[in-house]
């Protein structure tokens, strides 16, 4: 089992920046994936950005965030953070932290992740 823990939310104006950071832990070994969700109210939940493929550190964003976040990790410590610039007030959203077992299956698709953090709200204001 993997736990997941975020932290770094909250409220921001638009334009300002946040730094969100998720923690794993128990079996990190199994960790083969690791990345950023968001699900805003009324919408679905969709990829931000991720390592599609932990150990080689290839990464991936969602359109919508290119050029304004990046992603970063503490590969020792299991640890990823999100680097958000720029924000909008459409980027107000729950984040979620997930992590899955292969680096096979999408990145981009919410159903094959194996582990989800509680989630942390970030709201940014117009």
Do not use: H
Request: aromatic share 12%; proline share 1%.
């Amino acid at each position: 089992q993997v736990q997941l823990v975020e932290s770094g939310g909250g409220l921001v104006q638009a334009g300002g920046s946040l730094r969100l950071s998720c923690a794993a832990s128990g079996n990190i070994l199994s960790i083969n994936a690791m990345g950023w969700f968001r699900q805003a109210i009324g919408k679905e939940r969709e990829l931000v950005a991720g390592f599609s493929r932990w150990i080689s550190g290839t990464t991936v964003f969602a359109d919508s965030v290119k050029g304004r976040f990046t992603i970063s990790r503490d590969y020792a410590k299991a640890t990823v953070y999100l680097q958000m610039n720029s924000l909008k007030p459409e980027d107000t959203a729950v984040y979620y932290c997930a992590a899955k077992k292969d680096s096979i299956t999408d990145a981009f698709i919410v159903g094959v992740y194996d582990y989800w953090g509680q989630g942390t709200q970030v709201t940014v204001s117009s």
